[in-house]
């Protein structure tokens, strides 16, 4: 059983930075940890991931260049840095995790989630 935490959500107007923190009861190493967002109505939509011994990263084409996903290994945390927000950033942001060191995009591969951080983007 896994347990995340996250935190840092927050309101911020259009070019602003976040940075998002995952707590996870686990050694993160061992795992692969993705950051998801939804919005109400919509499907649950994969933002990025670290996975293996190396931390290998892998993002969404619409975050691409802009967020930097990155872990702190000894506090097994992982971190999502986000510049340049936009609205369409507007979002509840979910930490997810799943046993294997294979980074993947697909929320129905993760089965362990936190309950999720709030981040809305003004324009």
């Known amino acids: 059983q896994v347990q995340l935490v996250e935190s840092g959500g927050d309101s911020v107007q259009a070019g602003g930075s976040l940075r998002l923190s995952c707590t996870v009861s686990?050694?993160?190493?061992?795992?692969?940890i993705a950051w998801f967002r939804q919005v109400p109505g919509k499907e649950r939509e994969g933002v990025a991931c670290?996975?293996?011994?190396?931390?290998?990263?892998y993002y969404a084409d619409s975050v691409k260049g802009r967020f930097t996903i990155s872990r702190d290994n000894a506090k097994n945390t992982v971190y999502l840095q986000m510049w340049s927000l936009k609205p369409e950033d507007t979002a509840m942001y979910y930490c997810?995790?799943?046993?294997?060191?294979?980074?993947?995009?697909?929320?129905?591969?993760?089965?362990?989630w936190g309950q999720g951080t709030q981040v809305t983007v003004s324009a």
């Open positions: 670290v996975s293996g011994v190396f931390g290998n990263t």
């Open positions: 686990a050694n993160i190493v061992e795992n692969t």
């Open positions: 997810a995790a799943r046993d294997l060191r294979s980074y993947i995009l697909r929320a129905d591969q993760y089965n362990y």
